[in-house]
C-alpha cells in the first residue's frame, strides 16, 4: 500500500464511524432544532443588517461631510436631507429587527 | 413598573376596558392572542393614542382661541407661546410639503399630513417620560397611520389622474406585444405599492419598540446618569422618525397627483 491511500483511507474512517453517532443524535425532537435556527438567525439577522447598515450610513455621512467641507455655508441645508438619508438606511436594517424579534417568540422555553 | 404597562393603568375603569378587549379578541383567534406576537393584547396604547388626540385638541382649541383679529395678531409674542410651537411646526411642515409637491396641493394636503406629524411627534415624544409607552410602539397605530396614507394616496390619484393612474401600474409600455411585461410591471408595482403603507407603519413601530427598549434595559442596570446619551438619542429618532413619515408621505401623496404633468 502507499503512502496516499494509507492517508486516504485515515482521513475517511472518522467521517464513516461519526455518521452513525450523528444519526442517533438526528433522531431528537424537531421543536428543538428550529429553536437553534431561530435564535441563530435571530442573532446573525441582525448582525449581518448592522453592518450593512453600517456602512449605507457611513457613505451617506461622509458624502454629507464632504459637502460641508468643501462649503460650510450649504451645512444647514445639507443637514434635513442627510438626516432623511440616515433614517431610511437605517429602516432597512429595523426591518431585520422585526425579523429577529419574530424569530425570538419561536424559541421555546429553556431551548 | 412591568413590561407593557403604564400609568395609565391607574385609571378606575381600566380592569372592565381589558376584560372587554380580551373578550373582544376571542372571536378572531382562539385563545386571546394575538396572531403575530402570541401575546395577550394589551390596551395601553389605546390610552395613550386617545391621550395624545385629546391633547392635540385642546392645543388646537388654545392656538386657535389666542388668534382673534386678523390684523391685530399678526405679529406673534417674543416668548415660547402654545401660539408660537404651533406657527414653527405648521410652517415648517408647509414649507417641507410645498419644496415637493407645490404650493397649492401642500395647502390641499396639508391638514392630513400635519395631523399625522403632530400626533406621530407627541405620540413618540410621550415613550420619552418614564412610565409611560409611546403609542406608535404598537404596529396596530403606525399600521393605522400608513394606511390612511395609502388610501389618500389612492383615491387623489385616481380622481386626478383617473384611468392614467393605473394606466402607470403596467409599466412603460402599453400594447398587446408587450403583454408580459405589463404582467410582471403589474406585479411588481402592485407590490411596491403594498410595500409603502407597510414599510411606514413598520419603520415608525421598530423604531419606537426598539428605542423604548433600549431605555428600559439602561434604566434597569444603572439608573443614575448613564441613560443620558440614550435619552439624546431617543430625542433625536422622535423628531427625525415624525420628520420621515411625514416627508415619505408628501412624497407618496405628491408622485400619485403630479403624473398629470410630466406626459
Known amino acids: 500500500m502507499n503512502k496516499t491511500w494509507l492517508r486516504f483511507v485515515a482521513f475517511c474512517a472518522p467521517l464513516l464511524t461519526t455518521a452513525t453517532v450523528f444519526a442517533q443524535e438526528g433522531a431528537a425532537s424537531n421543536a428543538n ?11 446573525l439577522g441582525v448582525g449581518i443588517a ?51 424579534i419574530l424569530l425570538l417568540g419561536k424559541i421555546p422555553a429553556g431551548g | 413598573m412591568p413590561h407593557g404597562e403604564s400609568w395609565f393603568s391607574l385609571l378606575p375603569f381600566h380592569a372592565r376596558f381589558m376584560a372587554f378587549a380580551r373578550n373582544f379578541g376571542k ?15 394589551g390596551v395601553q396604547h389605546i390610552y395613550a393614542a386617545l391621550f395624545v388626540l385629546g391633547l392635540l385638541a385642546i392645543i388646537g382649541v388654545i392656538t386657535d382661541t389666542s388668534i382673534r383679529d386678523a390684523r391685530g395678531d399678526l405679529v406673534p409674542p417674543s416668548k415660547l407661546t402654545i401660539r408660537n410651537f404651533v406657527e414653527l411646526l405648521v410652517g415648517t411642515c408647509f414649507r417641507m410639503m410645498s419644496d415637493i409637491m407645490g404650493a397649492k396641493a401642500a395647502r390641499h394636503f396639508l391638514p392630513l399630513v400635519g395631523t399625522c406629524a403632530f400626533f406621530i411627534l407627541f405620540s413618540n415624544a410621550l415613550g420619552l417620560i418614564p412610565g409611560f409607552l409611546p403609542p406608535t410602539s404598537n404596529f396596530n397605530t403606525t399600521l393605522a397611520c400608513g394606511l390612511v396614507i395609502f388610501v389618500t394616496t389612492h383615491i387623489y390619484g385616481l380622481k386626478t389622474n383617473g384611468w392614467n393612474h393605473i394606466k402607470h401600474f403596467f409599466g ?19 407590490i411596491s405599492h403594498i410595500a409603502r403603507p407597510l414599510s411606514l407603519g ?3 413601530m421598530a423604531n419606537m419598540t426598539a428605542d423604548h427598549l433600549v431605555l428600559t434595559i439602561f434604566l434597569g442596570l444603572v439608573p443614575f446618569l448613564v441613560p443620558l ?15 420621515v413619515f411625514s416627508l415619505l408621505s408628501t412624497a407618496y401623496i405628491g408622485l400619485a397627483i403630479q403624473e398629470a404633468e410630466h406626459h
Not at chain 1, 437553534?36 to 438567525?41: I, Q, R, W
Not at chain 1, 450610513?57 to 461631510?65: F, N
Not at chain 2, 372571536?27 to 393584547?41: K, M, Q, R, S
Open chain 2, 229 to 243: 446619551p440614550m435619552y439624546i438619542l431617543g430625542a433625536v429618532v422622535v423628531v427625525v422618525q415624525a420628520l
Open chain 2, 27 to 41: 372571536p378572531f383567534n382562539e385563545d386571546g392572542l394575538t396572531w403575530y406576537a402570541h401575546e395577550h393584547p
Open chain 2, 172 to 190: 412603460p409600455v402599453i400594447g398587446w406585444p408587450w403583454v408580459l411585461l405589463m404582467i410582471l410591471m403589474f406585479l411588481i408595482e402592485t
Open chain 1, 50 to 100: 448592522a453592518a450593512g447598515c453600517g456602512l449605507g450610513q457611513g457613505r451617506a455621512a461622509a458624502a454629507a461631510l464632504e459637502g460641508i467641507a468643501r462649503n460650510p455655508g450649504a451645512s444647514d441645508k445639507l443637514f434635513t436631507p442627510m438626516i432623511l438619508g440616515l433614517a431610511l438606511i437605517e429602516s432597512l436594517a429595523i426591518y431585520a429587527l422585526v425579523v429577529s
Open chain 2, 202 to 204: 413598520i419603520r415608525l
Open chain 1, 33 to 43: 432544532d428550529v429553536g437553534k435556527f431561530a435564535a441563530l438567525a435571530a442573532g
